[in-house]
């Protein structure tokens, strides 16, 4: 392909073959099929774009009030000025006298009478076709041109081989019977005209994406999603995995017996419910794949534990990996708890251990000596490589890309069997999603909190009135309670974080003479952070003041009452995350959530609904209709795999349609479905397995 700019400007954009190119598709068009002769121009483009033509007759560059280059361009049936206030060289050339130009754009009264300002600008000879379709405008990183892409796209969809991989392979009573209605396009007649609309297409549903041939495209799409995940689903089950099977002999199911003996509580029904389906789960030969759904503070925790508990019974590893380190911190603190008087042994492994302690923790996971490994991100790092690894559990697992969830399965350490995984996530999965990218995820549900839970009462009130929330702390430690105070996360600037962090600290230290006041946030170090953690665990320190750090896991059932600063800052999640960490004792538990004003729109709606429910489903539903769901999906790390041309929530009827057909074809033509995979996904079906 010869282009003027090298060639690395498309391949950046990741358009390298023609595939790629073809389905860049347009996010709008320009319409140059109509052309009107000046006068026309003049009456017909007072509220929309139109083109004309015409003859260069003036072309001068004024300088007051600011340099800018006027233009005139005539023909039979009037003139036209055109006022560029910014120009290169290259267009004084373009627009120089005698030169004859096509130009688009809408016309408006100037000082100096009816004037184009800015319009675009062709050079053409008078008699220079029209085009026949509408021109399209591509997604364009800077310093590409759309003159480029459109050239290259072009080229593309005239590669015989690109033809030929666009080819129409449903069979044909297949999509008769199935396919909603026959006004759809096959897919290489909708991409071209997805590129090339002709001139009187109904723009407004190719703007929408609700136009048959969009319709095509992205049912497409979704249907090599599904049949890539149904893959993946059978693939998973003709893996292997340690089977797991619940022993009738004592001996050999001691640590689980233990740990259901010394727990200090009795599983909810719920629990026992979700228990049950992982433990079936794990009595499988091939490997669980499962997430457990609950709201903070439903205790997920002990399930995950019961479950490691089995593994190691069977004499395998067990791993718990979290994404920050005060959470993972947590979940060392309680399983040591739990399981060290059972005899088992359990290691931490985090990117913030000394070099030596690193290197002792990984030799023990190597070695087999260490049973149960709690940790970090550090976990699926190159250096560490598992014994025995039967089972991993994966904390908050939305806080983790889909890539580095497909690492832990490299990490075990034998390439003849796969472990068990388990997901836990306190954020509810929408239909859509469950039916996307989910669809080879079991889903396990905890939907009752353990019992003597007083719902938190959530009070919204001004900054102004900070002294009077100062008091209140002041009342309620004096009951012998303890206390968070939040502060929020500034995105900008971890100084500034840090600052207000400090300031609302040493504030509190003064008015609270009576009462120990801690610091946490991010800028310590492991230990550091511990021991703060460890004295308000034992009630050493009675309140708090912390960034966004205690975000998830800690569990301090004395510390009943919530202060966030700046509530308006924080998004659903954080706040619905946050507020869980109270409301786990028998006090009667207050989340208040100070805001500053001026109070946006959204950010009001967000706390009045915060104060309204603790419904984490309800939450997160609002949550996802403001942000869509690349969050839910690690979507940072992810972005390949995610659907390009499909919106969850506009095209849900769409999934449903593409999981009936992706059955039929996985059952009835399985030798389509490699083609249909291999044109539309290319390298990126790694993705949709985990
Ligand atoms: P989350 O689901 O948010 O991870 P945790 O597992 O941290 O919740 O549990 C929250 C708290 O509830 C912990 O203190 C835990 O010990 C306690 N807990 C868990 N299950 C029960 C139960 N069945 N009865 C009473 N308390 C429980
Ligand atoms: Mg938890």
Not at 398 to 422: A, D
Not at 477 to 497: F, H, M, N, R, T
Request: charged share 25%; with cysteine.
């Amino acid at each position: 392909m010869k282009t003027k700019q090298p060639p690395t400007a498309l391949q950046k954009m990741g358009l390298d073959s023609p595939m790629a190119l073809a389905l860049h598709l347009p996010s709008r068009y320009e319409d140059e099929t109509e052309l009107f002769s000046i006068e026309d121009a003049l009456s017909r483009g007072r509220f929309a774009s139109v083109q004309t033509q015409g003859l260069v007759i003036r072309s001068q560059v004024l300088f007051r009030p600011r340099r800018q280059l006027l233009v005139t361009i005539e023909d039979d049936s009037a003139s036209l000025q055109l006022r560029f206030l910014n120009f290169y060289p290259s267009q004084q050339k373009q627009m120089a006298v005698g030169a004859h130009v096509r130009v688009r754009g809408e016309v408006r009264e100037g000082f100096q009478g009816v004037e184009m300002v800015h319009p675009t600008v062709r050079a053409v000879t008078p008699e220079a076709v029209l085009p026949s379709s509408l021109t399209p405008v591509y997604p364009a990183s800077a310093g590409i041109s759309q003159t480029i892409i459109r050239k290259a796209v072009n080229q593309a969809l005239r590669e015989p081989a690109l033809k030929e991989s666009l080819a129409e392979f449903l069979p044909e009573k297949l999509m008769i019977e199935m396919l909603p209605s026959n006004d759809w396009p096959n897919l290489e007649t909708a991409i071209t005209y997805l590129h090339q609309p002709p001139a009187d297409a109904d723009t407004q549903a190719l703007l929408d994406r609700t136009h048959p041939a969009w319709r095509r495209v992205q049912f497409e799409e979704l249907l090599a999603q599904q049949i890539s995940l149904k893959r993946a689903h059978s693939i998973r089950r003709q893996r292997r995995a340690p089977q797991f099977e619940k022993s009738k002999n004592k001996t050999k199911s001691k640590i689980e017996d233990g740990l259901l003996k010394a727990l200090p509580f009795k599983l909810t029904g719920a629990q026992e419910l979700v228990w049950a389906e992982i433990g079936d789960n794990l009595s499988n030969a091939f490997p669980m794949n499962r997430l457990l759904q609950g709201d903070v503070g439903s205790g997920k925790t002990v399930v995950a534990a019961l479950a490691a508990a089995r593994a190691m019974d069977h004499g395998y590893q067990a791993a718990v990996m979290a994404p920050t380190e005060i959470l993972a911190e947590q979940h060392f603190l309680k399983m040591k708890e739990w399981f060290e008087p059972l005899g088992v042994t359990v290691a931490w492994l985090s990117g913030s251990l000394k070099v030596k302690d690193k290197r002792l923790a990984q030799e023990m996971i190597e070695s087999g000596a260490a049973q149960l490994i709690i940790g970090t991100h550090a976990l699926i790092q190159e250096t560490v490589s598992f014994a025995k690894l039967g089972l991993a559990v994966i904390d908050e697992q939305h806080r983790f890309g889909v890539r580095q969830r497909l690492e832990i399965q490299q990490r075990v350490g034998s390439e003849l069997f796969y472990c068990h995984q388990l997901m836990m996530s306190a954020t509810p999965i929408p239909r859509t999603l469950a039916m996307t990218y989910y669809a080879d995820l079991d889903v396990s549900v905890i939907d009752e909190l353990p019992p003597g839970r007083k719902p938190i009462v959530t009070k919204v009130v001004k900054a102004a009135r900070r002294d009077e929330v100062i008091s209140g702390v002041h009342d309620w430690l004096s009951k012998g309670l303890q206390a968070y105070w939040v502060c929020p996360l500034i995105e900008e600037s971890e100084v500034l974080q840090l600052q207000t962090a400090v300031e609302s600290f040493e504030q509190l230290t003064l008015a609270l003479p009576s009462f120990k006041v801690g610091l946490v946030h991010g800028r310590l170090k492991g230990h550091e952070k511990a021991a703060v953690m460890a004295a308000f665990k034992a009630n050493e320190i009675q309140l708090l003041v912390a960034t966004t750090v205690i975000e998830v896991g800690v569990d301090v059932p004395n510390a009943a009452l919530m202060v966030i600063e700046h509530a308006e800052r924080f998004g659903y999640a954080q706040i619905h995350q946050l507020r869980g960490r109270v409301g786990r004792g028998s006090a009667d538990s207050v989340c208040i959530l100070m805001y500053a004003e001026p109070l946006s729109l959204a950010a009001k709606e967000r706390l009045q609904t915060l104060r309204e429910t603790s419904d984490g489903f309800v939450i997160a539903e609002r949550d996802l209709s403001l942000r869509g769901p690349g969050e839910l999906l690690g979507a940072k790390q992810s972005g390949d795999a995610m659907l390009r041309f499909v919106d969850l929530q506009r095209d849900a009827w769409l999934i449903e349609l593409a999981q009936r057909v992706a059955d039929r074809l996985l059952a009835d033509h399985v030798d389509l479905v490699e083609r249909q995979l291999a044109r539309w996904l290319g390298s990126r079906t790694e993705f949709l397995k985990a």
